[in-house]
T-cell receptor
């Protein structure tokens, strides 16, 4: 019962913007959209999260559709070090100890 | 700041042996978690500790025990290791329950033969 769906894999040219989509059509009003990534053999790394407004930090931008049923993570100038598996997940503001990741999107940055 | 530190990084056990995985965080976080990650299965929560002095079961607690030793440390114990427990184990922490980002350790790669 995955609450989010993501493409299995994507490629992006180095220096271009990488746009990673995520569908979460059954999202609840109290659920935030979170993005993490996992570089090979390392622990997952938090990237960004948002509720309904678009968000930007030093790593990425998060665009959430008005109906909140989907979102896009944008890495504005992808580098080879951005090659990783990217996970989109939902977190309830009531407390979610059961942070769960699906299989994510394997992003490969092409030189 | 070291963030979340896990030890050991690698371990090989024989079936039936016991061991404790150590985790410590230096960010003054209240909540700590243990996950396992198996190929093609994403992360699965084993146990968590919402605050010092409390622990609760996650999705896959069987065969494991935990101790929240103090605010900084959260250990995971395998009393009698089984091959099914071969996995990569991640410890994580967060400021508190709710909508806070998690900080993960670098993982312990455990093989049970």
């Amino acid at each position: 019962d995955a609450k989010t769906t993501q493409p299995t894999s994507m490629d992006c040219a180095e220096g271009r913007a990488a746009n990673l989509p995520c569908n979460h059509s059954t999202i609840s009003g109290n659920e935030y959209v979170y993005w993490y990534r996992q570089i090979h053999s390392q622990g997952p790394q938090y990237i960004i999260h948002g509720l309904k407004n678009n968000e930007t930090n030093e790593m990425a931008s998060l665009i959430i559709t008005e109906d909140r049923k989907s979102s896009t993570l944008i890495l504005p100038h992808a580098t080879l070090r951005d090659t990783a598996v990217y996970y989109c997940t939902l977190v309830s503001n009531f407390g979610n100890e059961k942070l769960t990741f699906g299989t994510g999107t394997r992003l490969t940055i092409i030189p | 700041n070291a963030g979340v530190t896990q030890t050991p990084k690698f371990q090989v056990l024989k079936t039936g042996q016991s061991m404790t995985l150590q985790c410590a965080q230096d960010m003054n976080h209240n909540s700590m978690y243990w996950y396992r990650q198996d190929p093609g299965m994403g992360l699965r929560l084993i146990y968590y500790s919402a605050s010092e002095g409390t622990t609760d079961k996650g999705e896959v607690p069987n065969g494991y025990n935990v101790s929240r030793l103090n605010k900084r440390e959260f250990s995971l114990r395998l009393e009698s290791a089984a091959p099914s427990q071969t996995s990569v184990y991640f410890c994580a922490s967060s400021v508190a329950r709710g909508v806070y980002g998690y900080t993960f350790g670098s993982g312990t790669r455990l093989t049970v033969v």
